[in-house]
């Protein structure tokens, strides 16, 4: 039976149809200027010249890229700090603007930038480091230090409060807090403002809670990590992290097409391959990589691949470290930036004394491997306990919250699962770094044998 379509109707249906089409061209449009783009970048990336030195000989600058949460802030302290003397540090930079590459004499980088700083440096002379972590750990970790440190700020009455003295004790202080530091300087106010926000509804409503047991879900006094997880903050910023940050992709970037590139992958998820293709080739070309949860062993080789070389590097008779005057040696000193939290009352003095004192100038040049491992053991664990005290002294603001490897025991597979599938290539690069790791400390226990 023929049914006649009134006209009204058949233009409404043509014009859906047209609209799909130009949605769906637009999509395929879209796609493969991403795909252009994404395979452009990653082209240029691997065609970069490799140097002819051997990777495995350390070179005139160390450069350790602090992938955040890893336990590179240790690194630093008790290692990095007793093997270089504070004026052949490189200024830090955590903010890309505050960096000069310009100083000759420096022969140590320590940062929380992403690759891409290694154009503002001579390729050739550096020699790159770098630790990683199981990523589902390293995104519950950074999900309870945002809330750790944000927490500090509960001590003042309201936000405006707390937001207004920082400022005026960040612009008063030289060194460098830790809302200067990529990713802390969009996690931490972000978290900060959250955490007011619920501490302003408890009150609202008297104070009448209904506590959960579950501390990774206690919406009354923290965002839950279902949320954090899904929020597009976190989705900028931390899921896939070690990968960006590696292949020099973060927010934070040098790269001119980095934001373009990281969002087409982020979109498209079939894009990551070639990401991860750079992010392997990065890792290949290093020094040394260390892995989070094997850390003695790491601890061990770091000393033995990269501790032994800094000793004898020193200690060559044409270093001409002794030529560096004492104007030169000051502008290199610089406050720790992953331990010199925002520096004012949400911060326990007594607690940042301990940790600054912790690192200490570094030891004489010719010491031993030997002797290097057995100050790192009494500067770890200084740390810890220093870092412990912090995070009691930040998580009693927000009681019943209590951060602890049981409390992870107890969140549900299905957010698990979620985080996996948003970190799928840091589960991938990860899986590599370890097989660099296992043949890495193969060779590190043959030399050390010899």
């Not at 450069?63 to 007793?82: A, D, E, I, Q, S």
């Not at 899921?239 to 990281?262: D, K, P």
Request: net charge neutral; proline share 4%.
């Amino acid at each position: 039976m023929y049914v006649c379509m009134d006209p009204a109707l058949k233009l409404c249906v043509l014009l859906l149809i047209l609209l799909g089409l130009v949605n769906g061209s637009f999509a395929e449009n879209d796609y493969g200027r991403c795909e252009s783009v994404v395979k452009s970048w990653a082209r240029s990336s691997l065609d970069e010249e490799m140097t002819k030195d051997d990777k495995h000989t350390l070179r005139d600058l160390l450069f350790f890229l602090h992938v955040p949460r890893t336990g590179g802030r240790t690194y630093f302290h008790c290692f990095l700090k007793k093997l270089y003397p504070s004026y052949l540090e490189c200024p830090r930079s955590y903010d890309k603007l505050r960096f000069d590459p310009s100083k000759p004499k420096c022969r140590l980088l320590v940062t929380h930038d992403d690759y891409s700083i290694t154009s503002k440096l001579p390729r050739e002379r550096t020699s790159v480091v770098t630790i990683l972590r199981d990523p589902v750990d390293r995104v519950f970790s950074t999900y309870e230090f945002s809330i750790e440190v944000a927490a500090r700020f509960l001590v003042h009455p309201n936000l405006t409060s707390a937001t207004k003295m920082a400022l005026r004790l960040s612009s008063k202080t030289k060194g460098v807090s830790t809302l200067d530091i990529w990713p802390w300087k969009y996690l931490v106010p972000w978290m900060r403002e959250d955490l007011f926000a619920r501490r302003e509804a408890r009150y609202s409503r008297g104070l009448n809670i209904i506590e959960s047991n579950d501390s990774y879900d206690m919406e009354d006094f923290a965002m839950p990590l279902q949320e954090y997880i899904n929020d597009p903050v976190a989705v900028d910023v931390v899921h896939n992290g070690a990968t960006f940050q590696v292949a020099g992709l973060t927010n934070n970037s040098y790269i001119a097409e980095a934001h373009e590139v990281r969002h087409c992958v982020q979109k498209y998820k079939t894009l990551g391959k070639y990401v991860l293709q750079v992010a392997k080739k990065r890792l290949d070309e290093m020094l040394y990589v260390g892995l989070t949860e094997e850390h003695r062993k790491s601890a061990t080789m770091f000393a033995n691949v990269v501790g032994a070389q800094v000793i004898s590097q020193l200690n060559a008779p044409n270093t001409s470290l002794e030529t560096t005057d004492k104007t030169e040696r000051s502008s290199f000193t610089d406050n720790d930036p992953d331990s010199s939290e925002h520096q004012n009352s949400t911060l326990d003095r007594g607690e940042s004394a301990v940790t600054s004192s912790e690192g200490g100038e570094a030891t004489e040049f010719n010491m031993t491997v030997g002797e290097l491992m057995d100050a790192y053991e009494v500067c770890i664990s200084n740390l810890r306990k220093a870092q412990s005290r912090r995070r009691i002294s930040s998580l009693k603001r927000i009681s019943p919250v209590n951060f602890t490897k049981e409390a992870r025991l107890q969140v549900p597979e299905e957010i698990l699962h979620k985080i996996r599938s948003l970190n799928d290539l840091d589960l991938q690069l990860y899986e590599y770094a370890k097989a660099i790791f296992n043949k890495q400390h193969k060779t590190s226990l043959l030399i050390t044998e010899v």
